[in-house]
């Protein structure tokens, strides 16, 4: 069955550093997103990305994340320069359309660790 | 602004009980609420869809229920075994992103 990988699954780095967790997003997927948990707490919307632009994006998302889909296969999540808060489990997810007609399918996550 | 909320936080039963888990949502214009689960330090897996239009769906011992007028939903979860302790999610789809709840923490007792 298809799914969603994402890499590397537990990433430890030092604050101010910058991290790119990478996605490899099912096949003939169109829409990403990235989500992410901090210990405890819910799961929490960042970016949606769809036709190489993003198409709404969260209050947490400023401007020390990026994301891109730097070829056809991949999608990344790029953290300028860490802060300790940003530690959390980062979910990525892809939908064949909007989640409002189809469901999205869930990586595994990647645990970001900042030291 | 919508806000899930799940009751109880945690829940434990002896094994071969059947249970439910409560979910509930201010806005009821969603597109979906989608349960999910999720074992410690792990990812989410969808357990179940409903789509608006739709009051219930079934997969195995699992039943989810949507009452979108009121808000609600449940998931009823039949003959629990100690291989169900996870915690479990509701989430509800609008606008193209989906809102999570806090989750259930569910101990099966063997």
């Known amino acids: 069955e298809p799914e969603v990988t994402q890499t590397p699954s537990h990433q430890v780095t030092q604050m101010g550093q910058e991290v790119i967790l990478r996605c490899v997003p099912i096949?003939?997927?169109?829409?990403f997103y990235w989500y992410r948990q901090i210990l405890g707490q819910k799961v929490e919307f960042l970016v949606s990305?769809?036709?190489?632009?993003?198409?709404?994006k969260s209050e947490i998302f400023d401007d020390q994340f990026s994301v891109e889909r730097p070829d056809g296969s991949n999608f990344t999540l790029k953290i300028r320069s860490t802060k300790l808060e940003d530690s959390a489990m980062y979910f990525c997810?892809?939908?064949?359309?909007?989640?409002?007609?189809?469901?999205?399918?869930f990586g595994q996550g990647t645990r970001l660790t900042v030291v | 602004k919508q806000e899930v909320t799940q009751i109880p936080a945690a829940l434990s039963v002896p094994e071969g009980e059947n249970l439910v888990l409560n979910c509930s949502f201010t806005d009821s214009a969603i597109y979906n609420l989608q349960w999910f689960r999720q074992d410690p330090g792990k990812g989410l897996t969808s357990l179940l869809l409903?789509?608006?239009?739709?009051r219930e769906q079934t997969s195995g011992r699992l039943n989810a229920s949507l009452d979108k007028s009121s808000g609600r939903s449940t998931l009823y979860i039949a003959a629990s075994q100690p291989g169900d302790s996870a915690t479990y999610l509701c989430a509800v789809d609008r606008d193209d992103k989906i809102i999570f709840g806090k989750g259930t923490r569910l101990h099966i007792l063997p």
């Open positions: 096949s003939n997927h169109l829409y």
């Open positions: 409903i789509q608006s239009s739709q």
């Open positions: 990305f769809y036709n190489n632009e993003i198409s709404e």
């Open positions: 997810a892809s939908s064949t359309q909007g989640t409002e007609n189809t469901e999205a399918f």
